[in-house]
């Protein structure tokens, strides 16, 4: 076992009788655990991990390190993770003579073969004490592939305050990514002003960020100053979520993956009171088979329906909310990869005017995992006037006052810290214990205000995790509040195989240079499954019949009578031919969520163009209309 390590001297006092002079003999000691025994006769195992791109199993000038892959030796378990340039310095205990060696990385699965050792572990031998046993490198190849990652995080959501939200993006893949674009959606009662760099557009409530060349292993942030609106007391303890989406999409992930390339999404939006929600077959492929939506109110199952999509079709699902939160999530089909495999949407704060708002239930949109996946990140809070400044905070929160959560399930920590002192505050560090039903495997490391250093070990059993942000020069709170914050984010799941019951409890200790610790506040959640359902109040809920976005063509269109849309997908601009000369007529262009970005009367002509160089990539919807009846929707692709 690996203690915890104080340099130290030891100082032995003979005393003589009578008592002339005093000899003192000093003896220096490796390490020292308090509390505990001395243990100095520790070892070393080390290493690089490395892609290799030559394929010769050498690290060298032509390959790429791996930085921030977390190390595995059993028995212990003992834990390291790799710096800057790759390499990887574990130290284990001498009470075992043989440990097998393995590693884990954040990057995708299906992007990585491990090519040498081809087992990926290696079985050391340490049979001497205090000793280095180098060079167990890990060597891996990677599929030529650009991957796209993105994370968002906000510091606080106080009513009148401006604070800080970092979108972090990311290409782990190895080659280049070209024409990335980035959307950060705000909700209704939150507010950007600001951003560096500079947003590209701004639609409504949506920043679009034109990023471009995202080079491979590079990351990069978008920091924006936002704040929530004044005046509206009854918005305290609603919750906000602010959504970052990257494109293009990873296609290259799945590839090999053996699945109908159906793709359920869900949208929702509340309307005057009522809970309206689109579910869609976004993907390529049909759904063979049927799965199943649930609706909730403020966690109580109503209502459980199947459905079975082809591409490109959708329907709706509506009932009034009440001022209660209304979630609906539905099954992705079989073999979907697991990146989303429950997409779900909440609606908070749903009513029919602001006044309700003070009544209506608060807080719930946050006990329930997110939709997040490497291109998607959603990051919610509630609004406050108050908070404490140095805190943690865990999502999902659970469900229920005991705040249950299934075992397996990922936990997203946030560790907040404020400078309250009369001094900039040089260094930070942050040092958190980790519950032992958590799955260390599984440790990654996310967003924060501020670049940092981490530190991996074992102590008594108990994982630690030390997150250090040198010279991170933070002011006093009194001299400029906003740079006087800063936070680190991280995710874990619990371990699966977890018994019901279990309590999962975390809190941190948060050094400011040379200062005792502060400690935050403790957060739990109970491994269990939360099961309420009212099946007699699924007779509110309503479902339209299904539709397809592809044609959209109503009963009153002739096949004769067709629009043409072309190029499509388009870069640029489209052109759109009637297939007579019209009356004036309106197109219509929106997201799949119903936003509009684009109104535009095209005129009594047989043909008209547009201009859609502006919009980011993706998938967009739209319906043209003059007063004839004729009436025409479909689905445009921007490049």
Not at 337 to 360: D, K, W
Not at 368 to 380: E, I, K, R, Y
């Amino acid at each position: 076992m690996i203690l915890q390590q104080y340099p130290a001297w030891i100082f032995f006092v003979e005393l003589e009788s009578p008592v002339s002079d005093l000899t003192v003999l000093q003896l220096e000691i490796d390490y020292i655990q308090l509390g505990s025994y001395v243990d100095w006769a520790f070892n070393t195992i080390t290493g690089n991990i490395f892609n290799d791109n030559n394929g010769d199993c050498q690290f060298n000038s032509t390959d790429n390190p791996v930085k921030h892959s977390l190390v595995k030796a059993l028995p212990g378990p003992y834990y390291a993770y790799t710096d800057e340039n790759g390499f990887y310095e574990l130290k284990v205990d001498t009470l075992n003579t043989s440990y097998t060696v393995s590693y884990t990385t954040d990057s995708e699965a299906t992007l990585i073969e491990k090519i040498c050792p081809a087992s990926g572990m290696y079985s050391v031998s340490t049979p001497k004490g205090k000793s280095t046993y180098c060079c167990h490198d890990f060597a891996q190849k990677i599929k030529q592939c650009a991957v796209l990652k993105i994370d968002i995080n906000s510091d606080r959501r106080r009513r009148c305050f401006k604070g800080f939200t970092y979108v972090n993006y990311q290409n782990v893949g190895n080659i280049n990514s070209s024409q990335a674009q980035i959307k950060v959606v705000y909700p209704e009662f939150v507010k950007p002003i600001s951003s560096t760099p500079a947003w590209t557009s701004k639609v409504g409530d949506t920043l679009y960020y034109t990023v471009g060349l995202v080079a491979p292993y590079s990351q990069q942030t978008i920091t924006i100053i936002d704040s929530v609106i004044c005046g509206i007391e009854s918005i305290r303890s609603l919750t906000q979520c602010t959504q970052a989406m990257i494109s293009p999409a990873n296609a290259c992930l799945y590839e090999d993956i053996d699945w109908n390339n159906s793709d359920v999404i869900v949208r929702g939006k509340c309307d005057m009171g009522i809970a309206k929600f689109t579910i869609l077959n976004g993907g390529s492929g049909d759904m063979p088979d049927s799965t199943a939506f649930r609706v909730y109110t403020n966690d109580t199952l109503i209502s459980t329906q199947k459905f079975a999509l082809r591409s490109q079709e959708y329907f709706q699902v509506q009932l009034p909310a009440y001022g209660k939160v209304i979630r609906l999530e539905a099954d992705q089909s079989a073999n979907h990869p697991a990146f989303n495999t429950i997409p779900r949407v909440s609606l908070e704060g749903c009513v029919t005017n602001q006044a309700l708002l003070q009544s209506a239930y608060k807080g719930i949109a946050m006990n329930t995992p997110l939709n997040n996946d490497f291109v998607s990140s959603t990051s919610c809070m509630q609004i406050t006037d108050s908070y404490d400044p140095n805190d943690k905070a865990v999502f999902p929160v659970g469900q229920s006052e005991r705040n249950y959560i299934s075992a397996g399930t990922k936990l997203n920590y946030t560790i907040r810290f404020e400078n309250t002192g009369s001094d900039d505050a040089y260094t930070v560090v942050v040092v958190d214990t980790l519950d032992s039903d958590l799955d260390a495997s599984t440790f990654l490391a996310g967003s924060s205000s501020h670049s940092y250093s981490i530190k991996r070990e074992v102590i008594d059993d108990r994982e630690i995790v030390t997150f250090q942000f040198t010279d991170i020069n933070l002011s006093p709170k009194k001299v400029d509040s906003i740079k006087s914050q800063g936070f680190i984010k991280f995710s874990i799941s619990t371990r699966p195989d977890v018994a019901n019951g279990m309590l999962i409890e975390n809190e941190a200790n948060i050094f400011f240079d040379y200062n005792s610790a502060i400690v935050t506040n403790k957060v739990s959640q109970t491994i269990g499954e939360y099961i309420e359902e009212k099946p007699e109040l699924g007779s509110i809920v309503s479902k339209t019949p299904v539709n397809n976005i592809t044609t959209g063509l109503t009963s009153k269109t002739n096949t004769k009578d067709l629009i043409l849309l072309y190029p499509n997908p388009v870069s640029e601009s489209i052109t759109i031919k009637f297939p007579r000369e019209t009356i004036e007529s309106t197109i219509n262009v929106y997201t799949i969520d119903g936003a509009t970005v684009l109104t535009q009367r095209l005129g009594a002509v047989k043909e008209s163009r547009i201009i859609l160089q502006q919009l980011p990539q993706g998938i967009y919807y739209y319906s043209i209309a003059d007063s004839s009846g004729l009436n025409q929707h479909g689905k445009i692709i921007k490049q």
